[in-house]
């Protein structure tokens, strides 16, 4: 008798395993048998942390998303991401201003590896998107929502952390020359690699 509700137990446990699988931990495979896992970010709280367990407000553009956008800076590739309104004072190689949540350009934090780029000798303390180049960016993590607590007076509105590319092998030179109408043309050199503790 004991044996029989045991097995029977068993039985019920391993069938409810079956009928709610776990998927908020590991997407379904795709086509090619490869798991896609969630993304892991470090803005957010300053560590690795998983984008399932945030109550935060985050999104990421990462490289692959980065080169199917053919996007021609880093302004390009934020401003039609939710949460974001944009403003450019005039064509191509103007001022750029980001707004994440209707706050003021001065109040997101923009972050390069770590690096806090605004502009503090500007009275409104903004960074100017379109001079950044996507050429050598590897992903960009975008929070909103006041972060103050961990960042700033700066992050009001939200923080804008942007990783670059790190080499890790013998380094490589590329060269890429584009041109278009108008007389407009673009030359890109770019070094990737490491050299003992160099990257």
Known sequence: ???TKILF???VFLSAINIFPQENIIQKTDTSGFYRLNDVVITATRTESNTIELANSISVIDSAEIVN???FNTFDAIKN???ISFTQQGGKGSVSNIYVRGGSPGQTLVIIDGVEVNMPNDPSNFYNFFALP???TSRVEILRGPQSTLYGSDALAGVINIITLKG???PIFNFAFE???YNSYKGTLSSLGRINDFN
């Open 69 to 71: 956008k053919n996007s």
């Open 9 to 11: 137990l068993l039985a």
């Open 168 to 170: 890790n092998a013998k």
């Open 1 to 3: 008798m004991e044996k």
């Open 81 to 83: 991401e939710y949460g």
């Open 134 to 136: 996507l050429d050598n």
């Open 179 to 181: 041109g278009g109408s």
